[in-house]
């Protein structure tokens, strides 16, 4: 099997699944790549220090992390195999001095929207890894510990939103204009991302235009710095597979080789 990429990608509110130009932006993802015989994914919704491990149980209840939706996103499910190999080897990549823990916990939005859409089949084994800081230095060197997990055929993810100022927000229509800070801010990173200037994304909140509107707290954002981690090589500028706005936030998402 060849070696696996690692993506950050968009993950939007449950009505993703209803929007069909983003639903087939994300199955164009995943169409485009191998299959992969596991997935990690670290979502915007799940902060946690020391870091922590999903529920590896074959079919684990979701986490319906999100209020005032329609009734049939509570009623619906993704139901994975068994990822207690995955777990493990998660476990033994991270220093022998840090304590990694176990939890109950199932995959929240952040996780099993996209890949329901992404492998609707369920059929691939997953686990979601809490984000234990925002330091993007420090999740940049979890991303490197986890970048032997490509070889593997783990495809390795990051889920976020490229800006996520929902309090901001005056149209609220999902081909709403972006905001000036949304689309000032998105503009910024897709540059630094070309240029692989990753010294300028860690210094995102003193260098990035928009801020703070773009990202009022930041776990949407700090993902990335795990799938930056996770290149084969700091010097490779990510591609871009995905831009445009939902909402007037930028849903960026991007391939790391």
Do not use: C
């Not at 476990?91 to 952040?110: F, T, V, W």
């Not at 509107?213 to 981690?229: C, K, N, R």
């Amino acid at each position: 099997m060849s070696k696996m990429p690692a993506l950050y990608i968009g993950h939007g509110a449950p009505m993703l699944l209803d929007d069909p130009l983003w639903s087939s932006q994300l199955r164009g993802i995943s169409d485009g790549l191998e299959k992969p015989r596991a997935i990690l994914i670290v979502s915007a919704h799940w902060e946690s220090a020391p870091i922590t491990l999903s529920n590896p149980a074959a079919k684990s209840p979701l986490v319906y992390d999100f209020s005032g939706f329609d009734r049939k996103f509570y009623e619906m499910t993704y139901e994975s195999p068994d990822a207690t190999e995955l777990s493990g080897l998660v476990a033994s990549m991270m220093p022998d001095n840090e304590a990694i823990h176990q939890s109950q916990r199932g995959l929240d939005h952040g996780a099993w929207v996209p890949l329901k859409v992404m492998y609707p089949d369920a059929d691939i084994p997953v686990i979601q890894m809490s984000m234990p800081t925002s330091d993007p230095k420090k999740l940049l060197e979890i991303g490197k510990r986890l970048q032997p997990l490509r070889e593997l055929g783990v495809l390795v993810i990051g889920s976020g939103f490229m800006t996520h100022g929902l309090q901001y927000l005056r149209d609220w229509s999902v081909d709403a204009v972006a905001p000036q800070w949304s689309s000032d801010f998105d503009s910024w990173a897709a540059s630094a991302l070309e240029k692989a200037d990753i010294d300028s994304l860690s210094n995102y909140r003193e260098l990035a235009p928009g801020m703070p509107y773009a990202h009022p707290t930041v776990e949407h954002f700090t993902p990335l710095f795990i799938t930056l981690g996770a290149a084969t090589s700091a010097d490779l500028a990510p591609q871009t597979l995905i831009d445009g706005y939902f909402m007037g936030l930028s849903k960026r998402s991007l391939l790391v080789a």
